[in-house]
């Protein structure tokens, strides 16, 4: 079995951790297969922390030995496999809306869905600092609506930015689903409806047992 493994990554990997859903969305829009390990994050297995110490996901092992410990690392490297050119490579407007997710939102996202860890302020108040960023969004899709875009974020095609943001936005309206569904955010609304209704998406969210190591190689 390590000699089949080594003929294809490695990808660690959490279902529900919206860094690992990015990663695997760019492996998944692009055609790639690696071998999936799932991991419980009280239990992360010794082989994922050997080549990867600081024991977050995802995390893949190249078959040269390389390790992306990084979701943002991981979408480049798919990006930079696929001929068909079906995710492009991250130009400077990507790389600023993943840099607003990915700092900003993700910070306000954690005080929201945790907000009893953070009694300075209602869940509301930290509703509100999230929305700056999704009026952003509402907005850079209002302007893509006005161009005939209604299920891309920059341009006519599918970018990092895409399914890189996708996770997160997904993850704000779970926080509370009722209040989402009554705000005015008609784009973002039918931009994160696209994502959520796509096949690709139905495909990265398949379940699998936790990984052992006695296990089967398991492509994804």
């Not at 996901?57 to 943002?72: T, W």
């Not at 009893?116 to 108040?125: K, V």
Request: aromatic content about 12%; proline content about 5%.
């Amino acid at each position: 079995m390590a000699e089949q493994q080594r003929s294809l990554p490695i990808l660690y990997s959490f279902r529900r951790c919206p860094y690992a859903m990015r990663a695997r969305l760019a492996l998944k829009v692009v055609g790639l297969d690696v071998y999936i390990r799932e991991i419980l994050l009280k239990d992360k297995p010794e082989p994922m922390l050997a080549i990867s110490p600081k024991g977050t996901v995802p995390v893949m092992l190249l078959p040269s030995g390389r390790v992306l410990d990084e979701s943002r690392d991981i979408m480049a490297w798919a990006a930079s496999q696929s001929g068909s050119q079906k995710l492009a490579a991250a130009e400077q407007d990507a790389l600023q809306w993943l840099d607003l997710n990915d700092v900003e939102f993700k910070q306000h996202l954690d005080r929201y869905k945790y907000a009893d860890r953070y009694p300075e302020h209602p869940a509301e108040f930290y509703r509100a600092e999230a929305e700056v960023f999704l009026l952003q969004l509402e907005q850079q899709l209002q302007l893509q609506q006005k161009q005939g875009v209604s299920q891309f974020l920059l341009g006519s095609t599918l970018t990092q930015a895409d399914i890189g943001i996708f996770p997160f936005v997904r993850q704000f309206v779970m926080v509370d689903q009722p209040w989402f569904e009554s705000a005015d955010y008609v784009c973002v609304k039918r931009w994160l409806n696209f994502w959520l209704g796509s096949n690709v998406f139905a495909r990265v969210m398949q379940r699998y047992s936790p990984w052992k190591s006695t296990d089967v190689a398991t492509i994804f």
